[in-house]
């Protein structure tokens, strides 16, 4: 089975995703970043003096799906074990999409070409007010390229990821990350 969390900044994905795969002896991975090359993309990504185009960050988005799809998540999952990715295909559709405004047909093909139609069993969107999620994210220090982009650009994201929810019921299940982290995990748990 292939499990994917999804939400803005400071949603808890990592928390949970981590939680649940521990509940479950999964194999827990992330994006981007989740392979050798992924970690210098994901620097690149994240570093606020990249400068990137939108056009180039979804390639550099691909590439990292790409060698995470061959390396981590198809061996995983051909080797029957569970897979929990702390994103994936969603977070492209809400971030390159909704929130940088590239062309739906561009961002739909690049998706379906870097995971090679391999779409998750199950995604939890951790769902937050986008400035609580911000605050806790805020926490942790100095603010990385996409934690620095306005307000607007995170509503937007966060209005497409509950689009995605509503048109994919049977996929996608939206989770109020909103109390402790205990009471978060037990509405997840309780889905699973
Ligand atoms: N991105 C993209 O644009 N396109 C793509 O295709 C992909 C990604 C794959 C990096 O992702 C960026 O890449 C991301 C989108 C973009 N944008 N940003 N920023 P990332 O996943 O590595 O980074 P992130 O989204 O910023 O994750 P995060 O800030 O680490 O948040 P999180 O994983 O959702 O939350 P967390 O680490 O579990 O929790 C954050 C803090 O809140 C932590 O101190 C927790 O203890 C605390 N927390 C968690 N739950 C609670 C509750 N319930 N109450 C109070 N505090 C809580």
């Not at 074990?81 to 702390?86: A, L, T």
Request: aromatic share 6%; charged share 30%; proline share 3%.
């Amino acid at each position: 089975m292939f499990i994917t969390f999804e939400g803005g900044e400071g949603s808890g994905k990592s928390t949970h995703a981590r939680l649940l795969s521990e509940r479950l002896s999964a194999v827990l991975t992330h994006e981007p970043g989740g392979t050798a090359v992924g970690k210098l993309i994901r620097e690149a990504l994240l570093n606020r003096e990249s400068e990137l185009e939108a056009m180039s960050e979804i390639f550099l988005f691909a590439a990292d799906r790409v060698e995470h799809m061959e390396k981590v998540i198809l061996p995983a999952l051909h080797a029957k074990k569970i897979v929990i990715s702390d994103r994936f295909l969603d977070s492209t559709i809400a971030y390159q999409l909704a929130g940088r405004g590239l062309p739906e047909d561009l961002v739909r093909y690049v998706n379906w070409v870097s995971c090679r139609g391999t779409i998750p069993d199950l995604t939890f969107y951790l769902d937050v007010p986008v400035k609580e999620g911000l605050l806790r994210a805020q926490k942790r220090g100095a603010a990385d390229r996409f934690e620095a982009e306005i307000l607007a650009f995170h509503e937007r994201v966060r209005d497409k990821y509950l689009e995605i929810a509503r048109d994919n019921p049977e996929r996608v299940k939206v989770i109020e990350s909103v109390g402790s982290i205990d009471e978060v995990q037990a509405r997840i748990r309780k889905l699973i």
